[in-house]
């Protein structure tokens, strides 16, 4: 009876990969019955479970897991020739348990409507536009820069500690939520991940465990880069899975912060996505709007560039083209180049508006 219900329940991936496919080409229901119905509530189950708690359970928990597997792939060994087929049938009973729980915890999120629709923003935009909206975000940010530092040379050393940042990212939320109500994020869950150094070589600033919902910065990541990922990483706890989506939601918070500092790494955070696209579309373009930023401000942008390029190492590229393939099998199409359509948000949403 045992073995069957094994059977059955390792079975079980084959319906659920289907409905899960179904799902993807109806983002209409999604929206309405997972992203705002099921999943908010989901959420804040866990985020009041787990987000007093001042570590990450969840990277405790994939320590154990991972422990776990080794361990048991060790023992079972052996089986894999003796017993191949109740084997595979264990493996693939923990494959869809996995499965099962990722998309109804957080995973279907991926299949939700494109934010411009639910924004009635223009999914293009032309050139001009872009440069419209790229003179907009260096003139704020070039009057921020100057405010904090009183020298345009300099650039801006954010003095809070990391874990007052984390405590201070959800009142962006709080202002933004007057613009789009439905980005309430209370209560909050959000840490320094336990694996910051191994999180660092392979290339990526934090992530959302979609099992606990608890969101994760990396603790070594530059200062000046920690309130725009806090914010990004909050997007996805709020049920934003694209990476594009959560850029711009996560680069709204910031600017929509009270705080200063939060401000202008919000507005950074916009024009450096405006300013490399501009540089894949015209290079003389890209070298003249790039001579209006203040120096302080490329000193910012080189301080993360230097940062990054001294942790590089020879497995980040299977990493992040693991990660690329993970989200092109979530409806992300150019995997993590999907990164800089936040490009066509930012385009649209601040084209008529003033800063």
């Known amino acids: ?36 119905g099921l999943y908010p509530v989901v959420s804040k189950i866990w985020r009041y479970a787990l987000g007093w708690i001042p570590f990450s359970l969840g990277d405790i928990l994939y320590a154990l897991a991972i422990i776990y597997v080794l361990r048991w792939l060790y023992i079972n060994r052996k089986r894999l020739i003796k017993d191949t087929v109740n084997w595979f049938i264990d493996v693939m009973l923990a494959v869809s348990i996995f499965y099962f729980a990722f998309h109804l915890l957080w995973g279907l999120n991926y299949y939700r409507l494109p934010l411009h629709k639910n924004l009635n923003l223009n999914a293009n ?12 975000l260096t003139a704020k940010a070039n009057e921020l820069q100057l405010e904090i530092t009183h020298n345009d040379t300099l650039k801006v050393d954010i003095l809070y500690s990391k874990n007052t940042i ?19 994020y ?29 969101a994760h910065v990396d603790a070594l990541i530059p200062s000046f880069k920690f309130p725009t ?91 992040k083209a693991f990660y690329s393939n993970f989200l092109k099998a979530n409806k992300q199409s ?14 649209n949403y601040f084209d008529e508006k003033e800063l």
């Open 334 to 347: 150019k995997g993590m180049k999907s990164y800089s359509y936040v490009v066509a948000l930012l385009s």
């Open 186 to 214: 209370n209560p909050k869950s959000i840490k320094k991940s336990l694996f910051s150094y191994p999180l660092t070589y392979m290339g990526f600033s934090g992530y959302l465990n979609p099992f606990t919902n608890e």
């Open 229 to 319: 990922t806090s914010t990004h990483e909050i997007a996805h706890q709020l049920g934003y899975a694209a990476e594009n989506e959560a850029n711009f939601i996560g680069c709204l918070a910031a600017i929509n912060h009270d705080d200063i500092y939060f401000k202008y790494t919000g507005y950074t955070f916009g024009l450096h996505y405006c300013l490399n696209e501009i540089y894949n579309r015209d290079v003389a373009l890209y070298e003249h709007l790039i001579s209006e930023v203040n120096k302080g401000i490329l000193k910012n942008y080189q301080e993360t560039y230097d940062f990054w390029e001294a942790h590089e190492n020879p497995a980040e590229p299977f990493f």
């Open 1 to 36: 009876m045992l073995k069957k219900k094994k059977v059955l329940l390792a079975l079980a991936i084959i319906p659920m990969y289907l409905l899960v496919r179904c799902a993807a080409h109806n983002p209409e229901f999604i929206e309405a019955y997972y992203s705002n």
């Open 125 to 136: 935009y032309t050139t001009e536009q872009l440069v419209k909206v790229t003179k907009k």
């Open 166 to 184: 984390i405590a201070m990212a959800p009142a962006g939320y709080v202002n933004l939520k007057a613009v789009f109500p439905d980005l309430e």
